[in-house]
């Protein structure tokens, strides 16, 4: 019969013919969520990378757990690659192949600082310990236990990475294991998690395809990963997720009230033209822009964002901003940027919680305020209060409530921080810019009171 011997295309070729590559990954800051900026985190990247040399659109899943991921990958309608910071293993050999290596990582024994530190492996036995679900650290507790019958582990699917940091930070477990780059990347928002030592040799996280014959899409990846560690592109995104810590915090009263002599009598005229034109408050301009970047035009953060308000090249477009480094046109974005997140925020949302709601929506962006207040809803919380919705925003960086909302996963913790920062400077900014003040500010001799000392009573910010 004719066609009967026509061979079925390759994985690489119905790729292309698709015009899409389907990738399954999990929601969590090492890997793939969502922030202000749209889609980001290290495996994103460099899979959206991957995509562009194809010349393909990217399809991203998430997987609630990582027999879930490996299971969907070996489905004939279901995605064709997993990016999850996966490392091989005797047991994931016979499920999936694996690609060269792109990222060296070494698994780390996490303890509470202040209690006894474990320091070789049969210091486990007697401890509690939690890893994620079918892990490579589960696999290692497995043969762990081979030799010490007493170590006891619990595997949970319910959590991530950085709900077992904060099991460990608060006291609910003794232990866990993580990759040493998520530590890395999270070790700044638990201050009392410490390495107790390293479990084993650094290993290789690596991607994966289905099990099988077909080698196509297999050697592409492999060769793009080559590639990628030639040019410099994986040094990049390493240095950019795990090289810095960007973390919000206040710098200080007094510091604040250095820059407030020194830099913003500069752009105070902008803040008030501005404020003037999208109808707030130049202070609470001023004070997200002082938390954005000190008063600072030239800043770029390390995700691409610039200027003294720290506008993505997308919003800034949007606000018909050509020049994020121009304080002028920053601020001029900024407030308007600003002003069209307050305005779209539902109106069951008042004065003065609708401004807290929307400096939290520049922050983490509106479909994250939105899962936080559907969560408050369930809690029989109101979600048209600040107070009730900020106890809710940190739950979007713990599974258990992420994996119930629409957006996913969310530094969530970091709003709350933001507004709490942009909130106390304008506190400050009000007080000084008092008519009988506003002199001594000029001549330098001002005395700015300390965080929660003499602090104004809450109020309204102005429209």
Not at 122 to 139: C, N, P, R, T, Y
Request: charge should be neutral; proline fraction near 5%.
């Amino acid at each position: 019969m004719l066609g009967a011997c026509v061979e079925k295309p390759s994985t690489l070729e119905r790729v292309k013919e698709d015009g899409v590559l389907r990738v399954i990954t999990r929601n969590s800051p090492a890997t793939y969520f969502q922030d202000r900026n749209g889609e980001t985190g290290f495996e994103y990247e460099l899979v959206k990378h991957f995509a562009d040399d194809l010349g393909v659109k990217l399809q991203i899943e998430t997987a609630d757990n990582l027999d879930e991921l490996f299971d969907a990958l070996g489905k004939p309608s279901g995605p064709v690659l997993a990016a999850a910071g996966l490392v091989s293993s005797e047991r994931r050999n016979a499920q999936a192949k694996f690609s060269h290596p792109y990222l060296e990582v070494t698994p780390q024994v996490i303890y509470r600082n202040g209690r006894p530190r474990p320091t070789e492996a049969k210091g486990l036995v007697g401890k509690k310990i939690m890893v994620l679900k079918g892990s490579s650290h589960a696999d290692q507790l497995a043969e762990l236990k081979k030799r010490y019958p007493g170590l006891q582990y619990e595997e949970s699917d319910a959590v991530e990475v950085v709900d077992l940091l904060r099991m460990v930070d608060e006291g609910q477990i003794d232990l866990t294991l993580v990759d040493s780059n998520e530590l890395a990347m999270n070790q700044v928002y638990f201050p009392n998690v410490r390495v107790a030592f390293d479990l084993g040799d650094a290993r290789d996280q690596r991607w994966a395809v289905a099990a099988g014959d077909d080698n196509s899409l297999l050697n592409e990846v492999n060769e793009y990963l080559d590639k990628a560690q030639k040019n410099g592109t994986l040094q990049r995104l390493k240095d950019r997720y795990y090289g810095h810590v960007d973390v919000l915090g206040y710098v200080g009263a007094y510091t604040f009230a250095q820059h407030l002599q020194q830099r913003l009598p500069k752009y105070e005229k902008h803040f008030k033209s501005y404020a003037k034109v999208e109808q707030v408050d130049w202070r609470l301009l001023a004070a997200i822009g002082y938390q954005e970047s000190m008063w600072q035009p030239e800043v770029t953060s390390k995700t691409g964002v610039r200027g003294l308000m720290m506008l993505t090249q997308r919003t800034a477009q949007a606000m018909g901003v050509s020049n994020r480094l121009d304080p002028k046109q920053s601020i001029q974005g900024g407030a308007k940027y600003f002003m069209k997140i307050k305005a779209e925020l539902a109106d069951s949302i008042q004065e003065p919680d609708r401004t807290w709601f929307a400096l939290a929506a520049y922050n983490v962006g509106s479909g994250h305020l939105e899962d936080a207040r559907t969560l408050a809803k369930r809690e029989k919380l109101n979600p048209n209060k600040w107070l009730d919705v900020k106890k809710m925003l940190p739950r979007l960086s713990q599974k258990q409530w992420y994996r119930q909302t629409k957006y996913g996963y969310a530094r969530g913790g970091e709003p709350v921080h933001f507004v709490a920062n942009i909130r106390r400077y304008y506190d400050i900014l009000t007080w000084v810019t008092q008519p009988q003040l506003e002199g001594q500010v000029a001549e330098g001799n001002l005395h700015v009171p300390g965080v929660n000392k003499d602090k104004p009573a809450e109020q309204s910010p102005p429209m």
